[in-house]
């Protein structure tokens, strides 16, 4: 159980396109569902939080305008990374947690190469 | 301020034992996770701690110290395998107590 996928994997996409990342929760009930990203040989810096239904909390240095996070359903929450640039080329990694659970479940994240 | 500090590498030998330390100092406090992340992939939940004390969990274990701010995972009878990074997280202040702050991670080298 609490499997989390994410779609697509990997994906190049030419500077200034859009990109559409998906996290969705197979198994259960997301009430909360978080984006991370990383950068290589760095830790995971989370960009934001999103509760289904409900505008999402971006952290500080995050533009919201630019990273447009969508969590339209207790399964399903999107990340799109607009007017990509190559700086943007990065692993995105989503997790999900219940409202009852303390943990959170990643799903296998998406390497966006942005040429 | 939130401020999590691991080492930033460790090497060890297949079949001794390790010992990864986490100190942190966050705007409250409502669990220590410690994860499991091989390259390119997404981390794997290996333990939590909210009250003081030692958790042990077959080869893996975690302690917490609240007072100290103050973590450490224990790895036993190391593999080839166990070779990844291993992140140190807080779940602090922030969205209801839900928001995770990783540490920088240890990468951690198991030789033959």
């Known amino acids: 159980g609490a499997v989390v996928s994410q779609h697509p994997s990997w994906v190049i996409c030419k500077s200034g396109t859009s990109v559409k990342i998906e996290c969705r929760s197979l198994?259960?009930?997301?009430?909360?569902m978080f984006w991370y990203r990383q950068f290589p040989k760095q830790s995971l810096m989370l960009m934001a939080t999103?509760?289904?239904?409900?505008?999402?909390?971006?952290e500080q240095g995050v533009e919201k305008d630019k990273f447009l996070i969508n969590h339209a359903s207790l399964t399903l929450s999107t990340l799109t990374v607009t007017s990509a640039h190559p700086e943007d080329s990065s692993f995105y990694i989503c997790?999900?947690?219940?409202?009852?659970?303390?943990?959170?479940?990643f799903g296998p994240g998406t390497r966006l190469t942005v040429t | 301020g939130q401020n999590i500090d691991q080492p930033t590498e460790m090497t060890a030998t297949e079949g001794a034992i390790v010992q990864i330390n986490c100190t942190y100092q966050?705007?409250?406090?409502?669990?220590l996770f410690w994860y499991q992340q091989h390259a390119g992939e997404a981390p794997t939940f290996l333990s939590y701690?909210?009250?003081?004390g030692l958790e042990e969990k077959g080869r893996f274990s975690s302690f917490l110290s609240r007072s100290k701010g103050y973590s450490y995972l224990l790895l036993k009878e190391l593999q080839m395998k166990d070779s990844a990074s291993y992140l140190c997280?807080?779940?602090?202040?922030?969205?209801?107590?839900?928001?995770?702050?990783f540490g920088t991670g240890t990468r951690l080298l198991v030789s033959p």
């Open positions: 997790s999900a947690r219940t409202s009852v659970t303390y943990e959170q479940y």
């Open positions: 198994d259960f009930q997301a009430t909360t």
């Open positions: 999103s509760n289904e239904g409900s505008k999402a909390t971006y």
């Open positions: 966050t705007s409250g406090f409502n669990g």
């Open positions: 701690n909210v009250l003081d």
């Open positions: 997280a807080v779940q602090g202040e922030g969205t209801g107590f839900q928001k995770l702050v």
